[in-house]
Nanobody, 113 residues
Framework: QVRLVESGGGLVQPGGSLRLSCVASGIDFPPSGMGWYRQAPGKQREFVAQIFGGGTTTYQNSVKGRFIITRDNAKDTVYLQMNNLKPEDTGVYYC???????WGQGTQVTVSS
């Protein structure tokens, strides 16, 4: 059974930082590519970042230079370090295995003063 469990969300002021984690089980973590998506209220889910098995990363333009996606293959975990957060980063953040229909339950990130 595939499980993707996110954690690390919360309430943070603009300019602050958060680190999200996603622990995977039931999949071949390496070499699976892993990604983060987010969904703001009233909007469609959108791509944020992804990391492939070899370590190649891609980002949505609006988060480039602020967010960093990494993975720890020994822990079957993918991370999303989010810096200089803005109110428009608010939403539910989801972890996914690339090219699959496997998603986590999501973790809420709220950026507000």
């Amino acid at each position: 059974q595939v499980r993707l469990v996110e954690s690390g969300g919360g309430l943070v002021q603009p300019g602050g930082s958060l680190r999200l984690s996603c622990v995977a089980s039931g999949i071949d973590f390496p070499p699976s590519g892993m990604g983060w998506y987010r969904q703001a209220p009233g909007k469609q889910r959108e791509f944020v970042a992804q990391i492939f098995g070899g370590g190649t990363t891609t980002y949505q333009n609006s988060v480039k230079g602020r967010f960093i996606i990494t993975r720890d293959n020994a822990k079957d975990t993918v991370y999303l370090q989010m810096n200089n957060l803005k109110p428009e980063d608010t939403g539910v953040y989801y972890c996914t295995q690339i090219y699959s229909n496997h998603w986590g339950q999501g973790t809420q990130v709220t950026v507000s003063s």
